[in-house]
């Protein structure tokens, strides 16, 4: 157990709906990523915060935004989902903005049918 | 363009070989090299390399950097059946480009089979 937490951990939803994906990091540390995996592709960064604030941007699509809570938690909001989307989408922590180990969650599985 | 590429992308061996994977890089500013083990979700951390000549243990897992060659090896002796899984390898950089601060190679997709 990575102390990454995710939720859900899977969701299956409509084209065209929205999601929001939660994710709290290890306690201690500031930053989060976002990443996504499709089936043939390797992880793709999407976002990174720090500390509440953007970091650094990825590919990140238009339709989907993110945002670091001052609590630290995150949340990855999915809008006007396309098949394409389908995807596990996977949370990361770590302590400082760069230059440390970075921790993943267990991942949300998302299935636009 | 920063890049990490990983080789081969997919390796079936038999229970008790051992193997050789490899992480080469182009980046700028290079900091560190990271190994994590993917099996069926979440990625695990494996190694953190960040000086050249030094390899790293765990069981039968090793890693070594070569910074002057730009590459990185994950040696794993006497495979076993588990050890089957998607090993990533990742660069951290200084500061953050489009790919953040740290960027993935593909994999490499190990099959052990018994």
């Known amino acids: 157990d990575s102390g990454v937490t995710q939720t859900p951990k899977h969701l299956i939803t409509a084209t065209g709906q929205r999601v929001t994906l939660r994710c709290s990091p290890r306690?201690?540390?500031?930053?989060v990523y976002w990443y996504q995996q499709s089936l043939d592709q390797g992880l793709q960064f999407l976002i990174q915060?720090?500390?509440?604030?953007?970091?650094a941007k990825g590919n990140i699509l238009e339709r989907f935004s993110a945002q670091q809570f001052p609590d630290l938690h995150s949340e990855l909001n999915l809008s006007s989902l396309e098949l394409g989307d389908s995807a596990l989408y996977f949370c990361?922590?770590?302590?400082?903005?760069?230059?440390?180990?970075?921790?993943f969650g267990e991942g949300s599985w998302l299935t636009v049918v | 363009e920063d890049k990490v590429v990983q080789s081969p992308l997919s390796l079936v061996v038999h229970e008790g070989d051992t193997v050789t994977l490899n992480c080469s890089y182009e980046?700028?500013?290079?900091?560190?090299l990271l190994w994590y083990k993917q099996e069926k979700k979440a990625p695990t951390f494996l190694f953190m390399l960040?000086?050249?000549?030094i390899e790293k243990k765990s069981g039968r897992l090793s890693s070594i950097l070569d910074k002057k060659e730009l590459f990185s090896i994950l040696n794993i002796t006497a495979t076993q059946t588990g050890d089957s899984a998607i090993y990533l390898c990742?660069?951290?950089?200084?500061?953050?480009?489009?790919?953040?601060?740290?960027?993935f190679g593909k994999g490499t997709k190990l099959s052990v089979k018994p």
């Open positions: 990361a922590s770590s302590v400082g903005a760069g230059g440390n180990t970075i921790y």
């Open positions: 306690s201690g540390d500031l930053s």
């Open positions: 915060y720090y500390n509440g604030e953007e970091r």
């Open positions: 980046v700028t500013n290079f900091r560190s």
């Open positions: 960040t000086s050249s000549g």
């Open positions: 990742a660069v951290i950089m200084n500061y953050g480009g489009s790919q953040g601060n740290l960027i």
